[in-house]
């Protein structure tokens, strides 16, 4: 069993930033991909950013150059630093695991820009 617990998220105005965090705890093997992924009301799930277990990160072209995703791999770690936000990225975020057949999400962090 994995668990994830997110923090970070709140209020912030247009142009402003914030950084989320999530922890991972549980059986975590060493091969897997931790992402966020976010949801607006009405809207589907969708990803934001992830990264391997090797490095690798994969970003929605409508964060790239605002958004960073990093991880801290001894702690099962994972932020997400969001500059420049905007009222349209608005949405509950929520942190996932891949670990071979297996997806894991934490219970999200709403995310509100706004002035």
């Known amino acids: 069993q994995v668990q994830l617990v997110e923090s970070g998220g709140g209020l912030v105005q247009p142009g402003g930033s914030l950084r989320l965090s999530c922890v991972a705890s549980?059986?975590?093997?060493?091969?897997?991909?931790m992402g966020w992924y976010r949801q607006a009301p009405g809207k589907e799930r969708e990803l934001v950013a992830d990264?391997?277990?090797?490095?690798?990160?994969n970003y929605a072209d409508s964060v790239k150059g605002r958004f960073t995703i990093s991880r801290v791999f001894a702690k099962n770690t994972i932020f997400l630093q969001m500059n420049s936000l905007k009222p349209e990225d608005t949405a509950g975020y929520y942190c996932?695991?891949?670990?071979?057949?297996?997806?894991?999400w934490g219970q999200g962090t709403q995310v509100t820009v706004s002035s």
């Open positions: 549980g059986t975590i093997f060493s091969t897997n991909r």
């Open positions: 996932n695991i891949r670990i071979g057949v297996g997806v894991y």
């Open positions: 990264i391997t277990s090797g490095g690798s990160t």
